[in-house]
Nanobody, 120 residues
């Protein structure tokens, strides 16, 4: 059974960088055709895709967030990490790490989500 678990500081100040890590168990992040995503949900709003890093290290980001986003991975720890820079209160959201399987074209495993709050 694949499990994803987000971790990171719940509160950051404006202009700082939000760093969240997703630890994956029950499967390798280098297995073919899996893409490891970050998705967020601001309060009272819908889900917003942030970006992914693929099994092969390829990355892609939302155009609206690309300038401030970086996703990396540590295969030795089976983890991938989101860095979102120059945050504002509008970046306050529940952040989810999510696996996408390209063969099935589906987001099949989700973490439980972690609250990220931007406030001075």
């Amino acid at each position: 059974q694949v499990q994803l678990q987000e971790s990171g500081p719940g509160l950051v100040k404006p202009s700082q960088t939000l760093v969240l890590t997703c630890t994956v168990s029950g499967g390798s992040i280098t297995t073919n055709y899996y893409y490891w995503n970050w998705i967020r949900q601001p309060p009272g709003k819908g889900l917003e895709w942030i970006g992914y890093i693929g099994y092969n290290g390829v990355t892609d980001y939302s155009p609206s967030l690309k300038r401030r986003t970086s996703i990396s991975k540590d295969t030795s720890k089976n983890q991938f990490t989101l860095q979102l820079s120059s945050v504002t209160p509008e970046d306050t959201a529940v952040y989810y790490c999510v696996r996408y399987y390209s063969d099935y074209r589906s987001y099949d495993y989700w973490g439980q989500g972690t609250q990220g709050t931007v406030s001075s």
